[in-house]
């Protein structure tokens, strides 16, 4: 392998897609490119992903100057140790001293980040808002949040802030994929809308939900579910910005003006009601590999 040649790689490790960017070392995006997560993980998660890694490396001869890889996943501050994957169906010893496995396979360092700080990273580089203190809330698979502070994503004392997907607002007799019951995924995320979907005949398909349902019970208690969590980080938090998106509110039709005039009634006044801005996170496909990428190239390597 050239090795004259370096590139960064950012990796969004999902539980359908993986996705994958290469970065050259002045900030450059020269590839990005997804395929299905299964195959290329089940025979390994070390071995797959240092595999799926290495044939973009190949393609390119070139070099590996770090690697960041985004999870759905809790993970611990030293940002190698992953905690928790409720989103993913994988063992947990498939996550086993894995960052120095596919740091040795890989020849360079590997951090992990969850994946919702690569997305809101992404969206903070994209609109200049790096000095600011921004809250992003993506509702996809999960309840996605995260913080930006002081010019980068706030992890807290373990690793592991931000998980206002696991507050305790939500169905108490259901059990979450994280092992606690009554957290807030149990009655707001893509999983508990699908439940519900698949729950009685529909003549419409999962994607026209908000289209076809808007108007049901059940829609308008989700949406008031997300809003309360909405405005409870932003009652904690006092930003300036909070960014909303994932592949739930990027549905057809999905309310946002009513998602917003719902947390703005449960907000705190006259502050900082009177001042927030909410904004629709941007909503391609590799804004968490690109993220990826960008946060490695920018506290893995040696300033130059």
Known sequence: MNTGQLVIVGVDMGATHIRICLLSPDGQVLVTAKERSLPVVENGMA???AGFIG?????????????MIGFPA????????????PNLPCAASEFVDLADNLA???????????????????DVSERRLGD????????????????????????????????????????????????NKGCLETLCSGVALARWYQGAARDY???????????????????????????TGVNLFDPEHVLLGGGVMDME?????RLIARAGDF???????EEITFAKASSSAFNGAIGAARMARRIMLPAT
Not at 55 to 67: K, L, M, Q, S, T
Not at 104 to 122: K, T, W
Not at 210 to 230: P, V
Not at 253 to 257: E, I, K, V
């Open 104 to 122: 040795r396979r890989l020849q360079c360092p590997v951090a992990f980040e969850r994946d919702v700080n690569l997305q809101l990273s992404y």
């Open 253 to 257: 039709n999905f309310p946002y003006p």
């Open 55 to 67: 044939r973009f490396i190949a393609e390119r001869g070139a070099g590996v100057a770090a690697v």
């Open 74 to 85: 809790s993970i611990a501050r030293d940002r190698k140790r992953i905690m928790s994957t």
């Open 267 to 273: 907000i705190r006044k006259p502050l900082p009601y």
């Open 205 to 231: 398909p999962l994607s026209d939900i908000f289209t076809c349902a808007g108007d049901d019970s059940y829609i308008t208690g989700f949406i008031d579910t997300a809003a309360k969590a909405i405005a």
């Open 132 to 179: 600011k203190l921004v809250l992003g809330c993506y509702l996809g698979t999960g309840f996605g949040f995260s913080v930006w502070l002081n010019g980068a994503p706030y992890v807290g004392a373990h690793g592991v802030a931000g998980e206002l997907g696991h507050i305790p607002l939500g169905d108490d007799a259901a059990r979450c994929g994280c092992g």
């Open 47 to 49: 071995e797959g992903l």
